[in-house]
């Protein structure tokens, strides 16, 4: 958690990649001792955002690294670290995306039809996840209105703060994937049609349903005002940093929405001291140009 007293938008990941260097040069073998899983554990996103953002392959993406045997009592959630595994493979489509750039005319459309195939296969790998989470969570997600002239007033109530991270997290790989299919093909991307899914949750939409970016943004911004109640803040806080940094990007600036998330992004360092919210406000991209 040191890496929110961080006043620069990317000033930790130093420090995040030095946990990445430590945990990989330790080896799988002693995720065996339990306080190597808790670390293991409890640092796995913070490795694969280090990642993300210097768009360089995350070793997590690895199987052995997916398939730990978990036992003495400290297994994750299993469709928690399920979404976590497609997170895993991310920084390492991004780093493929920036390696188009230098090949030659000759090669680089073969390349860019080869990680298409693998953004469409993610797209789907996220549907079926998705699908399981609907069927496993059944009413797990309810609305409210909390009034005001906010943009986000009907808001997103969620069974457990767990629920509500597994889903903005999904929302944000699938950001990630959108934007990575339109660097690839361009304005004309579109993602897979998605198998019927049984709904069990009235206010969350399906993957059919989130017809455009903005539309999976405001499902996250909707999320928000919940996992911020002080019960759980200063956890869900550090939650949203990242999600709220890369949905900044899907509002045009000087809009109602763009002023909702700086004032929410001030609101958690007040809230809470995660100074690093202060610096993410400001509308720089999330990743890093390779």
């Known amino acids: 958690m040191k890496i929110i007293a961080f006043d620069s938008a990317f000033g930790w990941i130093k420090h995040a990649g030095g946990i990445s260097k430590l945990i990989e040069m330790r080896g799988i073998h002693r995720l065996e001792s339990p306080p190597e899983r808790i670390l293991f554990w409890s640092n796995r996103i913070t490795i694969i955002l280090d990642c993300l953002v210097r768009r360089k ?39 493929d995306e ?16 080869e990680l298409l195939i693998k953004v469409m296969t993610y797209f789907q790998q996220l549907y079926f996840w998705r699908s399981d989470w609907e069927t496993t969570y059944p009413a797990s997600c309810s609305e409210l209105n909390i009034g005001g002239k906010k943009p986000f007033q009907v808001v997103l109530y969620y069974s457990t703060l767990d629920r509500a991270n597994e889903i903005i997290l999904y929302d944000s790989i699938l950001l990630l994937l959108w934007r990575l299919g339109r660097a690839i093909v361009g304005q004309s991307f579109r993602p897979p049609k998605p198998e019927r899914i049984l709904r069990t949750n009235q206010y969350l939409l399906l993957p059919g349903e989130l017809t455009s970016q903005q539309a999976v943004a405001t499902e996250i911004c909707r999320s928000v005002d919940f996992l911020l109640l002080e019960e759980h803040r200063i956890t869900g806080a550090y939650f949203l940093l990242f999600p709220l940094k890369l949905v900044m990007q899907e509002y045009a600036e000087g809009g109602e929405e763009a002023a909702w998330l ?29």
């Open 57 to 95: 392959r995350c070793f997590m993406e690895r199987e052995e690294w997916k398939a730990i045997p978990w036992t003495a009592g400290i297994e994750p959630r299993r469709l928690n670290f399920l979404v976590q595994n497609i997170f895993c493979d991310v920084p390492g489509l991004m780093e």
């Open 98 to 113: 920036s390696t188009l750039k230098e090949l030659s005319n000759h090669k680089v459309e073969g390349s860019k039809r």
């Open 262 to 290: 700086a004032w929410k992004m001030q609101q958690i360092a007040d809230l809470t001291g995660f100074e690093i919210s202060r610096s993410l406000a400001v509308k720089e991209p999330l990743v890093l140009k390779s």
